[in-house]
């Protein structure tokens, strides 16, 4: 007996796309976990599950509808489908920008050798060490007693991160960046991160000028 779910060209290709989503999603987990591949932009981790998750939530409202029976039943039926499918985009795509900005960091410059071809990426993402904050917030509330109590924009702090490069630049080579988690810089420091090439500008060094307080971290990085 055939499967007649299956004999729309439409079910097809969306068959198909989920298939395709799930192999991407394997192939990219895999070489995160045995060949040290971070993908660069790290919100595809979760854009793509949440892109698999609406594509399979559409698919399965289509085929409610077309079991639809009658003009009115169909109208009501397809506005209320249609009204859940953007609640569901909307949502996903906004807690999962809120989810990817906290978890992931984003791609920062190139760092390049002067005289050679070498290239490292700098990541940036958002310093949520507690201590660090709460450090921050207490050095700003010394310095300004009638500041605000809560936690602002001037109490975080960016984490830096480098790495060389990997396949096709899509990716970086976590294990090379070794022995630290970083540097942090306040969100309203004058500091600059710099670099200097060390060993024939195999190694890129990375640290704090003027560091302000809380501002820490220098880093080694094999381009």
Do not use: C
């Amino acid at each position: 007996m055939k499967f007649r779910f299956f004999t729309r060209t439409g079910d097809k290709i969306v068959f198909w796309l989920l298939i395709g989503l799930m192999v991407l999603i394997m192939i990219i987990s895999a070489l995160g976990r045995f060949a040290n591949l971070q993908l660069v932009h790290g919100e595809l981790y979760i854009y793509l599950p949440l892109i698999l998750l609406l594509v399979l939530a559409g698919w399965g409202l289509s085929a409610i509808f077309r079991r639809l029976k009658g003009k009115v039943a169909r109208g009501v039926g397809g506005t209320i489908m249609v009204l859940v499918m953007l609640a569901l985009i909307t949502l996903g795509m906004t807690y999962g920008g809120i989810a990817a900005g906290l978890s992931f960091p984003q791609r920062f410059i190139d760092m390049t050798a002067p005289n050679s071809h070498r290239r490292v990426i700098v990541m940036r993402g958002l310093d949520t060490d507690e201590a660090r904050v709460q450090a921050r917030h207490e050095a700003r509330l010394a310095a300004d007693p009638e500041g605000s109590t809560d936690l602002i924009a001037e109490d975080w702090g960016y984490t830096y991160t480098a790495y060389a490069p990997g396949f096709l630049d899509l990716f970086y080579k976590v294990d090379s960046l070794k022995d630290t988690d970083g540097i942090h810089i306040g969100y309203v420091s004058k500091a600059e991160l710099m670099v200097e090439w060390e060993d024939d500008e195999t190694i890129a060094h990375f640290y704090i000028k003027n560091p302000e307080p809380q501002d820490e971290g220098e880093m080694r990085v094999a381009a």
